[in-house]
């Protein structure tokens, strides 16, 4: 069975951080590229962030240059660390492996 636990969410002020976790067992988890998302209420689900295998990251261009991606293949765990956190960041954030397997999301909420 393949869960992806993440951990991590709360409430946070505006300029504040967070780190996120997520946790994949049941697959060999250094075999997957690895994508954060979040969807905030009425909107669409948006792609955040992405590591490949080998650790190459991209990011959208609303979180570039405050949030930071990184994966720990001996913990088979891939965190996205937000720093300069803003309340349009609000949203329930969720992990994923590939297209393939997802976690449940954590909520994340950034007071003004």
């Known amino acids: 069975q393949v869960r992806l636990v993440e951990s991590g969410g709360g409430l946070v002020q505006a300029g504040g951080s967070l780190r996120l976790s997520c946790e994949m067992s049941?697959?060999?988890?250094?075999?997957?590229?690895m994508h954060w998302w979040r969807q905030a209420p009425g909107k669409q689900r948006e792609l955040v962030a992405s590591?490949?295998?080998?650790?190459?990251?991209n990011y959208a261009d609303s979180v570039k240059g405050r949030f930071t991606i990184a994966r720990d293949n001996a913990k088979n765990t891939v965190y996205l660390q937000m720093d300069s956190l803003k309340p349009e960041d609000t949203a329930v954030y969720y992990c994923s492996a590939e297209s393939a397997y997802w976690g449940q999301g954590t909520q994340v909420t950034v007071s003004s």
């Open positions: 590591i490949t295998r080998g650790g190459n990251t």
């Open positions: 049941g697959r060999i988890f250094s075999a997957y590229a």
